[in-house]
């Protein structure tokens, strides 16, 4: 499988579980993302992982967990969400960190939503 | 904090209409993407400008990039339903050492 593939596509979950969000990417990428893609909101960037090191937490609440295990593979580990949390979460993964040369491949995202 | 402005925000034609949608920005981009996403889908990218003044083409898209660096715009000749979708504009900044979304410009080209 080719791309970058996340899993599940959908989750619903209440505000007191335990879950994670799944990246796969084999492209032979340095660098992966989460962003967090709200209604009406630009793109916010999440965390920034480049050769499984993290570079960069936007100042992002720690209910938010990321796992970097290797360069193929991204979590995110999620708990005591708040409905405001509901989003669509993005992963993506660049040849440089920034993107900036050949730009970012994306999944298809996993539509998050808190109860 | 670098910021990318995109307008209009939503844009509704009929097919074969051509249309213009711009980002701009006060900083300088060492290089700009543009990506188009549709519903349910991740963003998927269209082109990378690198040198200002350029201009690239896929197919009936026309990509140009300032020529200090600091915006850019996309024209669709003659428009069709299968353009619908957010486009969304991304410059990387090697001081910065990040990319910055804009927040989109929302097409729909109706039959």
């Known amino acids: 499988e080719t791309g970058v593939t996340q899993t599940p596509r959908h989750l619903v979950m209440g505000m007191t579980n335990k879950k994670s969000l799944k990246c796969e990417q084999h492209l032979g990428h340095n660098a992966m993302y989460w962003y967090k893609q709200s209604a ?15 570079v960069e937490n936007n100042s992002v609440p720690s209910r938010f967990s990321p796992e970097c295990p290797n360069s193929s593979h991204l979590f995110l580990h999620l708990h005591t969400l708040q409905p405001e949390d509901s989003a669509l979460y993005l992963c993506a993964s660049s040849q440089d960190p920034m993107g900036s040369s050949y730009g970012y491949t994306f999944g298809s995202g996993t539509r998050l939503t808190v109860v | 904090t670098q910021l990318l402005e995109q307008s209009p925000q939503f844009l509704s034609i009929q097919e074969g209409e051509n249309l213009t949608v711009y980002c701009n920005s006060s900083s300088v981009f060492s290089s700009l993407q543009w990506y188009r996403q549709e519903p349910g889908e991740g963003p998927v990218l269209l082109v990378t400008v690198v040198t200002g003044g350029e201009v690239k083409k896929l197919k009936r898209l026309t990509f140009q990039f300032g020529d200090a660096r600091k915006d850019s715009s ?16 991304a410059g990387a900044n090697t001081n910065a050492g990040k990319s910055t979304f804009g927040d989109g410009t929302t097409l729909t080209v109706k039959p």
């Open chain 2, 74 to 89: 996309l024209h669709i000749t003659a428009a069709q339903p299968g353009d619908t979708g957010l486009y969304l504009c």
């Open chain 1, 40 to 54: 009406k909101k630009p793109l916010e960037l999440m965390f920034v992982y480049s050769l499984e090191e993290r």
